[in-house]
């Protein structure tokens, strides 16, 4: 039988880093990436037969856990019926419909393969719409690996971004600026210097790309005013956070603290493809209508809206808006934080956690981190042992600080307490 060491070594050989999405690799953590054979429900089991309560769902995805029957059963019947036609099908219009009643704001909708081909066409969508070429985003929020976001701040709010990855070009980025999560002054010192310039603001409502940071409501707030004041459109990236966190999103957190409140575009993923290759990314028809073919900002994608995976998307989708689904689930994720907090206090650890819906954070460190900057500044190396310590009792984590965790619908009561129970034993052997 091949082992977790002897697949890594293979696979090493021929695919860069061992493996196709760098997180995967276990570098942030050590060790060696667990190569899975198969998952069922909350659990996934390697190519050692090592079984693990499975916290990543494929980093948001597989909220229903893995082979749900009306899933399955849906992706199979699809299958028989042919992969890809390049052709419209009725099932695109059917998985569009369901989105655009689940969201509001959203009146038209294109679908393609990934979150990033999603985000990358929002953002080309806004830059035409509006005829700016200014972008914002904010440290500690990934959109995905277009070049344009692929950025970290300049050296001041007026400098341009420079590329975080190696083959994106300066002027590729000299239209993005980088901001720092939550913090009101720079926002309001960028528009005031460049607000008419400025074609959108991209963020993660809840940032789950630097493990789970919310965006403040004051921060929020002055960001829609902003926004509106200058003719900038606001897109919320909902790639991880979209059905998520609820089923209208984090855009129906912040709809109820904030009165009136709403975004223009949207970006999703993950979830409403349930597995499968497949995202999205809509908003208002007036400024979807600017797309080919009707109009002049171009994109397109030979799997777009795939029929299998449209299939697995309803499937998914049918199923998380049975009644009861969300706060079953909300209920189990906060148990789960509120459990590690527990087990943490009394082993005498600095830890702080947070939830919504079936996502959760937690640092090593005493208050909840506001920004990126102070994600970085908690216990890096303990989250580390903490990983292990848990991966050994048969608990997958997020293999990185900056990632968030994600409980499925399949997690039962008595998972939650194992994984409470080898958090307490693993902050006891000191991780
Ligand atoms: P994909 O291109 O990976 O489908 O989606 C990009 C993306 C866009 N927006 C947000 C908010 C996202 O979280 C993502 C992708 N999330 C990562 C997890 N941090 C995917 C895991 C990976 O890169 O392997």
Wanted: proline share 5%; charged share 15%; aromatic share 8%.
């Amino acid at each position: 039988m091949s082992t977790n060491e002897s697949l890594f070594e293979r696979a090493q050989r021929v695919i860069p880093g061992g493996v196709n999405s760098p997180v995967r690799a276990f570098r942030a953590v050590g060790g060696t990436p667990r190569f899975i054979s198969r998952a069922q429900g909350a659990w996934m089991i390697d190519a050692e037969g090592k079984r693990y309560l499975d916290y990543i769902g494929s980093w948001g995805p597989m909220i229903l856990g893995h082979g749900h029957p009306a899933v399955l059963e849906a992706v199979q019947r699809a299958a028989l019926d042919g992969f890809s036609f390049g052709a419209p099908t009725e099932r695109e219009i059917e998985l569009a419909e369901a989105i655009i009643a689940l969201v509001p704001g959203v009146e038209q909708l294109r679908l393609v393969s990934s979150g990033t081909e999603a985000g990358m066409s929002a953002l080309r969508l806004a830059r035409g719409a509006t005829g700016r070429s200014t972008i914002v985003k904010f440290e500690g929020c990934y959109h995905g690996h277009a070049d344009a976001l692929l950025v970290k701040a300049g050296s001041g709010l007026a400098t341009f971004g420079h590329p975080t990855s190696a083959g994106v070009p300066a002027e590729v980025v000299q239209h993005t600026r980088v901001l720092e999560y939550n913090n009101l002054a720079q926002l309001e010192e960028t528009f005031a210097a460049q607000g008419s310039e400025i074609a959108c603001v991209m963020i993660e409502p809840i940032a789950g790309n630097m493990n789970f940071v919310r965006a403040s409501v004051p921060f929020m707030t002055r960001l829609r005013e902003l926004c509106t004041a200058h003719g900038t459109l606001l897109v919320f990236d909902e790639v991880m956070t979209g059905f998520r966190v609820a089923l209208g999103g984090a855009h129906s957190v912040y709809a109820r603290l904030i009165p009136g409140f709403q975004a223009d575009l949207f970006v999703f993923g993950k979830v409403i493809g349930g597995g499968m290759p497949l995202a999205a990314f809509g908003g208002p028809k007036a400024i979807m209508q600017q797309l080919a073919p009707l109009g002049p900002v171009y994109q397109a994608g030979t799997l777009s809206g795939n029929p299998v995976a449209t299939a697995c998307g309803l499937a998914t989708l049918r199923e998380i808006t049975k009644p009861g689904f969300y706060e079953t689930l909300a209920t189990r994720t906060r148990r789960l934080v509120d459990g590690l907090t527990v087990a943490a206090r009394d082993a005498g650890v600095p830890f702080c956690g947070d939830c919504e819906g079936g996502m959760f954070g937690f640092f090593f460190g005493p208050t909840l981190p506001q920004n990126y900057t102070q994600v970085l500044a908690t216990d890096q190396a303990r989250f580390n042992r903490f990983f292990h310590g848990m991966l050994s009792r048969g608990v997958y984590l997020a293999p990185a600080l900056y990632e968030a965790g994600f409980v499925s619908a399949a997690h039962t009561d008595a998972d939650i307490d194992a994984t409470i129970e080898a958090a307490a034993q693993a902050l006891r052997d000191g991780a």
